[in-house]
């Protein structure tokens, strides 16, 4: 019997986060929390699979994101499960089963399950960050989302990105303008790109995002959804561009902006990076769904989200140069060569004064050992022999800087960082 021995790499289009960039992940979430938490937001967990339904009914069947992308599985069970694609449908769907009052507002850190080409900046698991505001259809409150986007990517030191916002209308607009734009399709049937010369007659909307040249040119002159919204709308919109407008930001309405999810209405947008390669340029969006609760079974409720991928973001973020988070070195590196045991005794009492120290195991010499000190990054060295073993003292070498070497007692250190809380001597 032969035995497969080759080792198992993690699957195509996923990717490991190790240090340091895995700090600069939790800077990243940290931050998040930070603004999300000031506008409003408590953390939502979610499971990562849900009944498919949350999805086809949420997302909409006829998605490139459901119809193409989903990880669908049956369990052991026989229930028809899916890993989540993004995070609003499984939010929504804990809303419709819990009724928490309204207005409610929810945030999330999640990984994204999509079966994509992988390439750079498109994977088939990817996080996000995002939020979703339910209960309340105030225009006030889709600028205030948007404006929470916008100071995010501020506050990492982003600047070369911008802002689409556009309105896709709701139930008693768009059924209309649909029409019209597949009727003004119909005569474009021919010149349209593959895909949606195929599909134009299902969601013809899709096309005004397509990105080919054919489909571009082919609505060069299509009808305008903006100027078809019905006088709700209209107002709504007008409201959102100048709470953006007071708000200082900038941003261009974009009537092409109808974004791959079926949910939308009213107000959608997105923010792209001008850093990053066009086809994985959107580094967040979102909109808002007014169906989207009654969809999965709850009574009519309005609300707005949007997701932020953290992995594109963190590209930009290489591309402009900004948020480069440089890992912490430990304060103090101890060195033991006396077998360990001080240095066992002696990290665990600085740890639990709340320091963050380093040092060697394996009983290695005192040179291996100094050598792992300087590369820790460590202000200081630790040093531990045989004299300071016995006399309970420790012997503090500067690693950064010259400067005279001392010896202290253990219990004068300890009191030391009990009195300022770093090593001082
Ligand atoms: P969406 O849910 O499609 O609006 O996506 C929200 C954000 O997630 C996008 O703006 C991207 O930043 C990111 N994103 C979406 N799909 C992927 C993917 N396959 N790989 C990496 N990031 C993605």
């Not at 709470?243 to 309405?253: I, M, W």
């Not at 594109?312 to 033991?336: H, N, T, Y």
């Not at 219990?411 to 090593?423: C, Q």
């Amino acid at each position: 019997m032969s035995h497969d021995t080759t080792a198992p790499r993690a699957p195509t289009g996923t990717h490991d986060v190790l240090p340091p960039e895995s700090s600069r992940w939790e800077h990243f979430l940290a931050r998040f929390a930070a603004l999300a938490e000031r506008y409003g937001f408590g953390l939502v967990h979610t499971p990562i699979f849900e009944d498919s339904r949350v999805f086809r009914r949420g997302i909409g069947e006829h998605s490139e994101v459901v119809g193409k992308e989903m990880y669908e599985f049956t369990d052991r069970g026989g229930r028809q499960l899916a890993l989540r694609p993004e995070g609003t449908a499984s939010v929504v769907r804990a809303f419709v089963q819990h009724r928490p009052v309204t207005p409610w507002r929810a945030w999330y850190a999640t990984p994204s399950f999509r079966y994509e080409r992988p390439q750079a900046g498109r994977y088939r698991q990817h996080h996000q960050v995002g939020v979703e505001a339910l209960g309340s259809d105030d225009p006030d409150v889709d600028v205030e989302i948007i404006v929470l986007a916008q100071r995010f990517f501020e506050s990492l030191g982003l600047k070369n990105f911008s802002l689409a916002v556009n309105s896709m209308g709701d139930a008693q607009c768009r059924p209309a303008y649909v029409d019209t734009l597949r009727e003004y399709l119909r005569g474009q049937a021919r010149v349209l790109c593959d895909e949606h010369a195929q599909r134009f007659e299902l969601n013809p909307l899709r096309v005004l995002d397509c990105k080919t040249s054919a489909c571009r040119d082919a609505t060069q002159n299509a009808p305008k959804l903006l100027t078809a919204l019905c006088e709700s709308c209209t107002a709504h919109h007008e409201r959102v561009v100048a709470g953006l407008t007071a708000a200082g930001v900038t941003f261009q309405t974009n009537d092409r902006l109808v974004r791959g999810l079926d949910y939308y209405t009213k107000t959608t947008f997105e923010f792209s990076s001008h850093a990053l390669d066009g086809a994985q340029n959107a580094l967040g969006g979102g909109g808002r769904y007014d169906g989207l609760v009654e969809s999965l079974g709850g009574p009519p409720t309005p609300g707005i989200g949007f997701g932020i991928g953290i992995e594109r973001v963190l590209l930009a973020c290489d591309a402009e140069q900004v948020f480069a988070i440089a890992p912490m070195p430990p304060v103090a590196f101890v060195v033991d060569v006396t077998g360990g045991e001080g240095a066992r005794d002696l990290v665990a009492a600085l740890r639990e004064k709340g320091l963050y120290v380093e040092r060697a195991y394996d009983g290695r010499s005192m040179k291996s050992q100094l050598k792992a000190a300087d590369k820790s990054g460590a202000a200081c060295a630790l040093l531990i022999g045989s004299e300071e073993l016995a006399q309970k003292s420790v012997t503090i070498r500067a690693l950064r800087e010259q400067r005279e070497q001392v010896t202290v007692t253990i219990e004068s250190l300890l009191a030391g960082v009990d009195a300022t809380g770093e090593i001082s001597w």
